[in-house]
């Protein structure tokens, strides 16, 4: 059973903007930390963002250009992403860290299978 379910992936030229989905059915109350990561073709995963507590942290690679949220009611985690560029395409995961709280990217253990992000320039 899927325990976090991205959406909101697509193709859209540079300059665009795209809002990301984490639908984590019980993962936002119970996990310590919940986070955004990223990976392309031929290059490490690496976080974009971060939320803990009710504490959003954006990493320095898109910090002024995305935002992470959190919609409890709903059990969603969001990432809003605005004047996007050809080096923001990637597989966007969600992911929950169940343990630590530290929100380092090492700690997370549940991962969503992803969704792709194109940006055209």
């Known amino acids: 059973q899927e325990r976090l379910k991205e959406s909101g992936g697509g193709s859209i030229e540079a300059g665009g903007s795209l809002t990301l989905s984490c639908v984590s059915f019980?993962?936002?109350?119970?996990?310590?930390?919940m986070g955004w990561f990223r990976q392309s073709p031929g290059k490490e995963r690496e976080g974009v963002a971060t939320?803990?507590?009710?504490?959003?942290r954006i990493f320095d690679s898109v910090k002024g250009r995305f935002t992470v949220s959190v919609d409890t009611s709903k059990k969603t985690m969001y990432l809003t992403m605005t004047n996007l560029k050809p080096e923001d395409t990637a597989m966007y995961y969600c992911?929950?860290?169940?343990?630590?709280?530290?929100?380092?990217?090492?700690?997370?253990?549940?991962w969503g299978q992803g969704t792709q992000v194109t940006v055209s320039s």
């Open positions: 992911a929950a860290d169940l343990f630590y709280g530290v929100c380092r990217p090492g700690d997370f253990d549940l």
């Open positions: 939320w803990r507590r009710g504490q959003a």
């Open positions: 019980d993962l936002i109350d119970t996990s310590k930390c």
